[in-house]
T-cell receptor, first 115, second 113 residues
């Protein structure tokens, strides 16, 4: 079975603070992909990053960084020096070869950045 | 191409009526997905197409739901005899291949009264 757990329902931080969004996944696939999407108040899901199961290198893109640890089945997302525009709901998703690569989403973490 | 587009953006319908939504994917994308999202939840998979072939349907997709993708281009999702429980945001997404990131449209918000 494929499952994504985002235990943090809501997080509030003050602008310029760093914040980490947790994502834990379950899968029987040996080849799978992990994603993060951002859903701002406008509603459209915006793709942020994709990682495949064979690449555990951490990635940094500007103020965003991702930590993929296969040993703990986690794919955490850190925003450094948060800004008000980062306020949104963030979804972690899993896609696997055995299940036709459909996306399984977590329930999302709502991030509010307070100015 | 500016991305995935969905029409209409909002739909209010009376219980028991039929509704149809349209999705135009990014033109070179072979995969097309339909998802449903309710308040406070992540998107839930409904069905997907590889070109014109519908390859998988979720258990969420009752026999009142039908989706098509004629000629592997745009797709339609029809809900017959709508129920209040069908009220949700219906999201369409497309990707180049099964392992690629999917790009989502802005969704169609359905309200059944």
């Amino acid at each position: 079975a494929q499952k994504v757990t985002q235990a943090q329902t809501e997080i509030s931080v003050v602008e310029k603070e760093d914040v980490t969004l947790d994502c834990v996944y379950e899968t029987r696939d040996t080849t799978y992909y992990l994603f993060w999407y951002k859903q701002p108040p406008s509603g459209e899901l915006v793709f942020l990053i994709r990682r495949n199961s064979f690449d555990e290198q951490n990635e940094i893109s500007g103020r965003y960084s991702w930590n993929f640890q296969k040993s703990t089945s986690s794919f955490n997302f850190t925003i450094t020096a948060s800004q008000v525009v980062d306020s949104a709901v963030y979804f972690c998703a899993l896609s696997g070869m055995l299940t036709g690569n459909q996306f399984y989403f977590g329930t999302g973490t709502s991030l509010t950045v307070i100015p | 191409d500016t991305g995935v587009s969905q029409d209409p953006r909002h739909k209010i319908t009376k219980r028991g009526q039929n509704v149809t939504f349209r999705c135009d994917p990014i033109s070179e994308h072979n995969r097309l997905y339909w998802y449903r999202q309710t308040l406070g939840q992540g998107p839930e998979f409904l069905t997907y197409f590889q070109n014109e072939a519908q390859l998988e349907k979720s258990r969420l997709l009752s026999n009142r739901f039908s989706a098509e993708r004629p000629k592997g281009s745009f797709s339609t999702l029809e809900i017959q005899r709508t129920e209040q429980g069908d009220s949700a945001m219906y999201l369409c997404a497309s990707s180049l291949a099964g392992w690629d990131e999917a790009f989502f449209g802005q969704g169609t918000r359905l309200t059944v009264v």
